[in-house]
């Protein structure tokens, strides 16, 4: 695909594919609508956080890549590295074969500070990102003065909502609409930098949820939305395949045309792009 596409990946900590159509969440419908989407993409076992966010821009799974468990801040076991000094993440692999492109990783719980290597541009924390509008403006302003090629942007809830007051619930389901209103404040930066008619939107998530835990294997838990919306992608399309969260690094390096290193499983769903692209 051309180089001139950019990408945006918006990530819900916890976000069960149950929970959409019973969510007022307007920009996901939408870019579900207007894109391609699948509400069975499986995230990997467990059904718990660092496991899956590494999964997410590490394209394996964590036989391969060696974080195992919801807090896993170093492998669990020897892995291959690169020489950033981490497992291959889509972020080395942009920087490493496309060293032009500019990426931007934005992350609300703190040790998300360990799955990006110095690979992208621009790294930073922002606390509160799921509860203030303040910080997801912080990530429109970048993009509208950066004009990043790729953004990765992780949300923290609504996680801790799911613990507390239970997934699939009235809180859970307020602070999804949030999560969805402060994802518009980023759409609206990409509209406002000039790229939006270029750029690929991702939604999804790392895990969903039960009651108040995850980490079991319940479609609840296991299912995970995963929305493609923008340059290129079909529309009103519903995913056919079986996609994995580590299917996602590797749509985007399919995007990108970064070749994927040998530790990577992940596959990219091609069937979301239409025909000539
Ligand atoms: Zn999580």
């Excluded at 690169?82 to 931007?104: M, N, R, S, V």
């Excluded at 995970?224 to 985007?252: E, Q, R």
Aim: aromatic residues 12%; glycine residues 8%.
């Amino acid at each position: 695909m051309s180089n001139k596409t950019k990408v945006v990946l918006i990530g819900f900590d916890a976000w069960g594919a149950y929970s959409l159509p019973k969510a007022d969440m307007p920009l996901a419908k939408r870019m579900a609508k207007n894109g391609s989407s699948a509400m069975n993409a499986r995230c990997i076992r467990p059904s718990k956080s660092s496991c899956n966010w590494t999964s997410m821009v590490m394209g394996a799974n964590p036989d391969i890549h060696g974080y195992i468990d919801w807090d896993t801040a170093v492998p669990a076991f020897e892995t291959p590295v690169d020489h950033y000094g981490l497992f291959p993440t889509i972020f080395a692999l942009i920087k490493d074969q496309k060293p032009e492109l500019k990426t931007g990783y934005f992350y609300e719980w703190d040790l998300m500070r360990l799955f990006c290597p110095d690979a992208a541009a621009h790294k930073e924390l922002l606390p509160g990102l799921s509860y203030d509008s303040a910080q997801a403006e912080k990530i429109a302003d970048y993009i509208r003065k950066e004009k990043p090629d790729f953004t990765f942007v992780q949300f923290d809830e609504p996680d801790h909502c799911g613990h507390k007051a239970g997934h699939d619930t009235a809180p859970y389901y307020e602070l999804l609409s949030q999560l969805d209103s402060f994802a518009a404040i980023i759409e609206k930066g990409v509209k406002d930098s000039g790229d939006y008619d270029d750029t690929i939107f991702i939604l999804t998530s790392d895990h969903g949820g039960i009651e108040k835990d995850h980490g079991g294997d319940t479609p609840m838990e296991r299912n995970i939305p995963l929305i493609f919306c923008g340059k290129n992608i079909k529309t009103d399309y519903t995913i056919k395949s079986m996609v994995m969260i580590y299917d996602i690094p590797a749509t985007i390096a399919y995007i990108f045309g970064v070749r994927p290193p040998q530790p990577w499983i992940g596959r990219p769903v091609t069937e979301i792009f239409k025909l000539g692209t």
